[in-house]
C-alpha cells in the first residue's frame, strides 16, 4: 500500500507537467488562430480559419502535384507548394488588410462631419451612427452597423466600439472610440469635441499625401531597380538561353542566383524602408 501511494505521488507531477504542457500548446494554437481570425476580419474575407486553412493545404497540393506532373526538381515542388498555398494568400490577406485600412481612414472623417452635424441639429448619437451605416460604403458603414447592431443585442456602445476597434485597428477609429468613452463618463460638447478630432485627422491626412509625393520619385527608382534584373534574365533567356542555362544547370550557378536573390531581397527591404513613414 505504501509503495503504491508513494507511486502515486511521483506520477503526479509528471502529469501536472503534461497537462501544463498540452494546455499550453492548446492556448498556443487559440492565440494563433485568434490571430488568422483577425487578420481575416481586417480584410474583409468572411470566412472560418479552418475553411481558410483547408483552401491554402488544398492549393498547396494542387501545386505540388503540377510540379511532380511536370518533372520539376526535388526541391522545386515543395517551395513552389509552400510559396504559393501559404506564402501567396498570407500576402494577399496582408495587401487586402492595407487596403481596407486605407479605404476606411480616407472615409472616417466624412463619416465624423456626418455625427458632428447630426450632433448640431438635435439628433442623438447613435442615430447619428446608424446614418453612417446606411449612407456611408464598405468598408466603414458595415462597421457602424455591427456596432449598432451589438447595441440592439446588449451590449454597451464601449464593448461594441472595442470590438469595432479590434477588427478595423486605425489609430484614427480607435481615437473616436476613445472620445466617446471620455464622453459618456465625464460629459460635455461632444460636436465640439468630434469636430475637433475631424480637422486632426484630416491634417493627418494632408500630411500623408505630401509624404507620399515625396516620396513617388523614390518609389519609382525603386521599382526600376529592383526589375532590372528580372527583365535582363528574360532577355538572355530569349536571345541566349544557353548562355543563362548554366546558372539552372550548374552548382556554382545555384549559388550565384541564391545569392543574387538574397542580396536584392535585402536590397529591397532597405529601399522599402527607407522611403515608407509612420505617421
Given at each position: 500500500?505504501?509503495?503504491?501511494?508513494?507511486t502515486?505521488?511521483?506520477?503526479?507531477?509528471?502529469r501536472?507537467s503534461l497537462h501544463?504542457?498540452?494546455s499550453?500548446?492548446?492556448?498556443r494554437g487559440?492565440?494563433?488562430?485568434?490571430?488568422?481570425r483577425e487578420q481575416?476580419?481586417r480584410?474583409?474575407i468572411?470566412?472560418d480559419?479552418?475553411?481558410w486553412?483547408?483552401?491554402n493545404v488544398a492549393?498547396?497540393v494542387?501545386?505540388?502535384l503540377?510540379?511532380?506532373?511536370?518533372?520539376a526538381?526535388?526541391?522545386?515542388?515543395p517551395?513552389?507548394a509552400?510559396?504559393?498555398?501559404?506564402?501567396?494568400?498570407?500576402?494577399l490577406v496582408?495587401w487586402?488588410g492595407k487596403?481596407?485600412?486605407a479605404?476606411?481612414?480616407t472615409?472616417f472623417a466624412?463619416?465624423?462631419?456626418?455625427?458632428v452635424?447630426?450632433?448640431r441639429?438635435?439628433?442623438p448619437l447613435?442615430e447619428c451612427m446608424a446614418?453612417?451605416?446606411?449612407?456611408?460604403?464598405?468598408?466603414?458603414g458595415?462597421?457602424f452597423?455591427l456596432?449598432?447592431?451589438?447595441q440592439?443585442?446588449g451590449?454597451?456602445?464601449?464593448e461594441?466600439?472595442?470590438r469595432?476597434v479590434?477588427?478595423t485597428p486605425t489609430?484614427?477609429?480607435?481615437?473616436?472610440a476613445i472620445?466617446?468613452?471620455?464622453q459618456?463618463?465625464?460629459?460635455?460638447?461632444l460636436?465640439e469635441t468630434?469636430?475637433?478630432?475631424?480637422?486632426?485627422l484630416?491634417?493627418r491626412?494632408r500630411m500623408?499625401?505630401k509624404?507620399?509625393?515625396?516620396?513617388?520619385?523614390a518609389?519609382?527608382?525603386?521599382m526600376?531597380i529592383?526589375?532590372?534584373?528580372v527583365?535582363?534574365?528574360?532577355l538572355?533567356t530569349a536571345v541566349?538561353?544557353d548562355?543563362?542555362g548554366?546558372?539552372f544547370?550548374?552548382p556554382?550557378g545555384h549559388l550565384?542566383?541564391?545569392s543574387?536573390?538574397?542580396?536584392m531581397?535585402?536590397?529591397a527591404?532597405?529601399?522599402?524602408k527607407?522611403?515608407n513613414?509612420?505617421l
Amino acid at each position: 500500500m505504501v509503495g503504491r501511494k508513494s507511486t502515486i505521488a511521483a506520477a503526479a507531477p509528471r502529469r501536472r507537467s503534461l497537462h501544463r504542457l498540452q494546455s499550453g500548446e492548446q492556448g498556443r494554437g487559440r492565440r494563433w488562430a485568434g490571430q488568422m481570425r483577425e487578420q481575416l476580419m481586417r480584410a474583409g474575407i468572411r470566412m472560418d480559419v479552418r475553411l481558410w486553412l483547408g483552401l491554402n493545404v488544398a492549393i498547396a497540393v494542387l501545386v505540388w502535384l503540377v510540379a511532380l506532373g511536370l518533372k520539376a526538381p526535388p526541391l522545386l515542388g515543395p517551395l513552389l507548394a509552400a510559396s504559393l498555398g501559404f506564402g501567396l494568400p498570407r500576402l494577399l490577406v496582408g495587401w487586402l488588410g492595407k487596403r481596407r485600412i486605407a479605404r476606411f481612414t480616407t472615409l472616417f472623417a466624412d463619416a465624423l462631419d456626418i455625427v458632428v452635424r447630426g450632433l448640431r441639429s438635435g439628433l442623438p448619437l447613435g442615430e447619428c451612427m446608424a446614418i453612417i451605416g446606411r449612407e456611408v460604403p464598405e468598408p466603414l458603414g458595415p462597421e457602424f452597423r455591427l456596432v449598432m447592431e451589438g447595441q440592439k443585442l446588449g451590449l454597451s456602445l464601449e464593448e461594441s466600439l472595442a470590438r469595432a476597434v479590434e477588427r478595423t485597428p486605425t489609430a484614427d477609429f480607435k481615437y473616436f472610440a476613445i472620445v466617446l468613452g471620455i464622453q459618456q463618463q465625464t460629459g460635455g460638447n461632444l460636436a465640439e469635441t468630434l469636430a475637433k478630432l475631424s480637422e486632426v485627422l484630416r491634417a493627418r491626412k494632408r500630411m500623408r499625401d505630401k509624404i507620399k509625393a515625396f516620396s513617388s520619385e523614390a518609389t519609382a527608382s525603386a521599382m526600376i531597380i529592383g526589375s532590372l534584373p528580372v527583365v535582363v534574365a528574360l532577355l538572355l533567356t530569349a536571345v541566349g538561353p544557353d548562355y543563362i542555362g548554366i546558372l539552372f544547370s550548374t552548382p556554382t550557378g545555384h549559388l550565384l542566383l541564391a545569392s543574387g536573390g538574397l542580396l536584392m531581397g535585402m536590397g529591397a527591404l532597405v529601399m522599402r524602408k527607407m522611403i515608407n513613414f509612420d505617421l
